[in-house]
């Protein structure tokens, strides 16, 4: 007999158990788990097994088979489902297969439309609600048209009229499933003259051996959100504004592995292997120009616009752009694929050419065109700063903010495109555990 719990990371909070699973080495558990999501947040989980003496209600009875990790993104950005194997250190115990459903989902659009033939003045009102509405044609989908002045003056008055309400087309736009189409996380960093010599602690490319530079701590706090939605977890990164070797020839999109052909890096350790490696080789120079990087993502996501992938660039930089004209001009090119774009502005300088870039209020626009969706999230890493030097609450801080923006990007381009959600992939028929939010 088994039964299996769920625990947060919050001091490994338990957030509920299954039913009790009898005489049978495969269950299939039925109860489900309903959890808060939050794309731009770490939510770690622990599953632990325990088998069930039968003959005993006493907890301590219970023989604890063994327990898996993994986090929520994983599940939602998986296909479908989620293998995970389960055991104690030593012995494998089985296996359990995780799927995720969203269950409260206000991501919906209507059309509500109504027409009078010969009013033009003030009717009168009703009261009513979204799911009243949505019923359909019925004796209970229809209402009086009330006019207060005309209710207070006249004693016979009954209504104006009624409405009768004939049900709302309703168009549900499922975020969950369009994450399990792949992501693809791009860095790209400001390796300009004007951050300082690296060996130095001034610099804000200083290699601390004790702690994250600003620029690491980006990498990593966005990184680790975003790698739990791409499948092979390869990460482009480029440098921008160095001199490279053997030659001294500036570039503005260089991989930082040094591999021309291939500039994937192995997870985000990987990416900041190869940041600090780059750093021992490149002459730190400038100018600082986003454009080239911009475009050169946006090439990628040009080649597919079907939907199943899409490419979110982080780009650091210490706030000074020197192609102002070419980034807006990439920008308003770039809001019209499958990109999403993330700059997070590090050290003391003013960032007014970053704010323009982040379209919240004013759309950004080049040569009389305007963007077609707004892509672009900056941040001064400043603000995230733990008082204390807490660099994990920082990173935490930094990515729940830069990466709030980005679902609402990828609906906002799916949607433009009339692009339906790709179905789930049928889970294999073996015991699992529907994990429902």
Known sequence: DFYLTILTSHNWKSSGRTEVIDNTLNPDFVRKFVLDYFFEEKQNL????????????????????????????????????????????GKKCGSIIFTAEELSNCRVSTKLSSCTHTYHDFIGEFTTSYRELSRGQSQF???????????????????????????????RSPLLIYFHNDFHYLSSLSLSLSLGNPSQPTS??????????????????????????????LFPAYGFGAKLPPDGKISHAFPLNSDCENANCVGIEGVLEAYYDCLRKVQLYGPTNFAPVI???????????????????????????????????????AASLPMSIIIVGVGPAEFDAMEELDGDEVRVSSRGRVAERDIVQFVPFRDYIDRSGNQVLSMARLAKDVLAEIPDQLLSFMKSRGIEPRPALSPSPTPQINVHL
Do not use: W
Not at 56 to 78: A, P
Not at 209 to 223: F, S, T
């Open 46 to 89: 622990r599953f632990d097994v325990y088998n069930v003496d039968s003959r005993s209600s006493n907890i301590s009875k219970h023989s604890f088979l063994g327990q898996t990790f993994c986090t929520l993104g994983e599940i939602i950005g998986s296909s479908g489902s989620r293998l995970e194997r389960v055991g104690i250190p």
């Open 141 to 171: 989908n229809v209402y009086e048209v009330l006019n207060p002045k005309k209710k207070g003056r006249k004693k016979k008055y009954v209504n104006s009229g009624t409405v009768r309400g004939n049900g709302l087309p309703v168009k």
């Open 204 to 233: 804000l490319h200083y290699m601390n051996p004790y702690q994250l530079n600003a620029y690491a701590m980006a990498l990593k706090a966005v990184g680790e959100i975003i790698q739990d939605y791409d499948s092979d977890k």
């Open 295 to 333: 475009n050169q993502v946006a090439q990628c996501a040009s080649e597919v616009t079907d939907g199943s992938q899409y490419f979110v660039l982080l780009v650091i930089t210490d706030g000074v752009i020197s192609d102002m004209v070419q980034t807006r001009e990439a920008v308003v090119t």
